[in-house]
Each structure stands twice: as structure tokens, then as C-alpha cells.
């Protein structure tokens, strides 16, 4: 399937998601792991269209996520810093979500100067998770 | 806002819907209306995206749909078969969408051809319908 810049982009400002999750892991410095990702959620008659996502980033997994629906999805640093974000600069969101992006660039920036593993680092990074993806 | 053609394919992936609604009006020759449309959903704050479809298409209108929901919609036997039909004809979808869009294109031209005034095209309508935007 032949996918390209603008298309992803239209179908990112539907369908895509920039998400930070906080969790808990006693194998961290403050006891929590921040996890930014960034998903796509299909129902898995359309799965090929997340495979052809995976094909054009070179980066990410295709998941079972509930029942009959598909994710693909990017974590780690390195894929979010090198591949996601840098797409996403160039080719600019058209809807809310550009607002969603911009904050969770924002966290994939803190994250790699190592601010979350300072206490005032993540509660910043916590106060920027409460006001993305707004209902 | 500036959108294009693949872009709108993305978003219309995403979010787009071809419907045919059969509605009861005592007014047509077999007692029922058939009403095709083009439709685009999204939540008041990325109103702008859908008045540029709006102006993009120089068709269709922008309405209130429930509580914070807009709707751009896509009307007429003119707007969908000089419009809407050729653009994703040139602008092929990625996603099933394509494979709804293709039954609301078989109905728009049996529409075209006056087919849903005689009961057998009324029931091939009825039976299109039933196949699309299945969950």
C-alpha cells in the first residue's frame, strides 16, 4: 500500500494519538517510568493500513488491542526523537491534535535531558499529561 | 487553513462517512426518499478543519450535530455526483472506506438514473444499504 506524507497526516488528525503514560516502576529512580507513545487504533479489518504506517516510520509495532481493534504503535526515545517527531515538524497537524503534539514534543525533550528522573522534572512533566488529549 | 487532496483522503480515512439514508416522505412516487450523504464529524474546537473541506469542495454545509459535535455534510445529486464522487475517484481511500464509498457511488448513479422511483431499484437501494458502514 502506497501511503504518503499528507495522507498520514490527515489520518493522524483523525485517528492518531500522542500519548504520555506515567507508571510504576520500582526500578526507577522516583519509582515511576514516564512512557510516551504515539498510536494509531484500527478496527482489524483495516490493519493493513497500520502495517503500512510501520513501513513508511520504519519504527513501531502492530498490536491486538481489544476485541477486533488493531494499534500500531511507537515508544522509545530514540523512534519518537528521530523518526515521529522530526515527521510531524515537517509536516504540521491540522487539527487540536498540533496541540497535543507540541506538549508531548515537549516531554520527549525534558526525557532526554533527564528531567524526569528529577522530582520537579516530573511533576512538570505530570502538569503537561493533564492537559493533553482534553475530552 | 490550508488542506489537499491527500490529506483530505487521510482525514476522510479517519473520520469521513458515506451514508444513505432511505427516509419515508409522502411526497415521492413510492412513499420513501433516498438521501445520500458526505459526511465529516468532529468536536467544535477543530470546527476550522470542516469549513475547510467546506471551502475546498465549495459545496455542503457546516451544522451543529449534538452538544459539542459539528458535522460538515454533503447533500444533492449535484454536489455528490460533480463533487464529491469524482474527487475520491482520482483520490482513491486507503482504508474499507473505499469499499463503502464504491456502493454509495452505485447508488448515486442509480439516483442519477431515476432507478430508486421504481420499486425493484428502491429495494437494490435497501439491500446497498445494508451492506454499508458495518461495525
Redesign the interface.
Known amino acids: 500500500?502506497n501511503?504518503?506524507?499528507?495522507?498520514?497526516?490527515?489520518?493522524?488528525?483523525?485517528?492518531g494519538c500522542f500519548h504520555v503514560g506515567i507508571n510504576t516502576n520500582k526500578g526507577m529512580t522516583l519509582g515511576f517510568q514516564v512512557l510516551p507513545e504515539f498510536t494509531v487504533v484500527?478496527?482489524q479489518?483495516?490493519v493493513k493500513?497500520l502495517y503500512?504506517l510501520k513501513d513508511y516510520f520504519g519504527c513501531g509495532v502492530v498490536r491486538k488491542n481489544n476485541g477486533n481493534v488493531l494499534c500500531y504503535r511507537v515508544r522509545g526515545q530514540e523512534n519518537l526523537s528521530m523518526k515521529i517527531i522530526p515527521f510531524f515538524e515537517k509536516h504540521r497537524l491540522?487539527?487540536?491534535k498540533q496541540v497535543n503534539f507540541r506538549k508531548f514534543r515537549k516531554v520527549i525533550r525534558m526525557v532526554e535531558r533527564g528531567e524526569h528522573l528529577k522530582p520537579e522534572g516530573l511533576d512538570h512533566i505530570r502538569k503537561i499529561k493533564q492537559l493533553m488529549n482534553l475530552k
Chains 1, 2 share one sequence.
Open positions: 500500500m501511503i504518503n506524507a499528507q495522507w498520514i497526516v490527515g489520518f493522524t488528525d483523525g485517528e484500527q478496527h479489518r483495516d493500513v503500512a491540522k487539527t487540536s
